[in-house]
């Protein structure tokens, strides 16, 4: 199993991070391959479908070159079942001390979420200084990361929600931007037809938009 020192270094491995769902636990390891095969190496499975424990936990054993995440954690229980899963980081779409909580006693780096400067206090004070913005474009994007830079100028983000390929440059070229969430690079349709190669092609574009 993958392992990573904080959230932190996600960013070491490139300026996307995928932001996943998956409706059938046998498109996990396929889709994990196509994936770091164009290049991208962070993982994160979103916690919004039956099987993506199953999901995770196919990828963490059978993927050992990527480093494979659980998103939308809500709960502690979330963050228990991320970590036994296989998980090596967690990502939750906002704040709160119990789930801190539960990913800091299991050992789990945690990237949470963000939309407010409150927010970004809360979670500053309890020691987080990579945050993720969501939802992003909808919470004001590039706009509210530049205003949000004067405050807190100790704090990197994550934008996460509404970022395309075209807009992803935008995001990047911001100092307090490390890399950011995106899910076009793992469209539903190319998933449910099991077309890898596309993935890897969006995998590769994605690679390249900090080159």
């Known amino acids: ?3 990573i020192k904080d959230t932190l270094s996600l960013a070491e491995h490139g300026p996307v991070i995928p932001v996943i ?3 059938r636990v046998e498109d996990a390891v396929p889709l994990a391959r196509a994936l770091v095969a164009g290049g991208v190496k962070v993982l994160e499975v979103t916690l919004r ?3 993506a424990l199953e999901a995770i936990a196919a990828i963490a054993r059978e993927v050992p070159e990527a ?3 659980a998103g939308t954690l809500r709960t502690s229980a979330d963050a228990v079942a ?3 899963a296989g998980a090596c980081f967690a990502v939750s779409p906002g704040f709160t001390p119990d789930v801190a909580g539960a990913c800091e006693a299991h050992f789990l780096p945690l990237l949470p979420g963000v939309s407010t400067a409150s927010e970004v206090m809360m979670a500053s004070d309890a020691g987080y200084k990579f945050l993720k913005l969501f939802p992003a474009t909808a919470v004001g994007g590039t706009s509210l990361l ?3 830079a004067g405050p ?7 934008p996460t929600g509404g970022i395309t390929v075209q807009t992803a440059p935008d995001f990047l070229a911001l100092p307090n931007v490390k890399v950011c969430g995106g899910s076009w690079l793992t469209p539903g349709d190319a ?3 099991g077309d890898w190669a596309r993935i890897t092609q969006l995998a590769k574009e994605a690679s390249a938009l900090r080159a």
């Not at 807190?152 to 994550?158: E, H, Q, R, S, T």
């Open 67 to 69: 480093l494979v995440g």
């Open 152 to 158: 807190f100028p100790d704090v990197a983000f994550c």
């Open 49 to 51: 479908t039956p099987v």
């Open 191 to 193: 998933v449910k037809a």
């Open 82 to 84: 991320a970590k036994q």
């Open 146 to 148: 530049k205003a949000l």
């Open 1 to 3: 199993m993958s392992s």
């Open 21 to 23: 769902v998956i409706d």
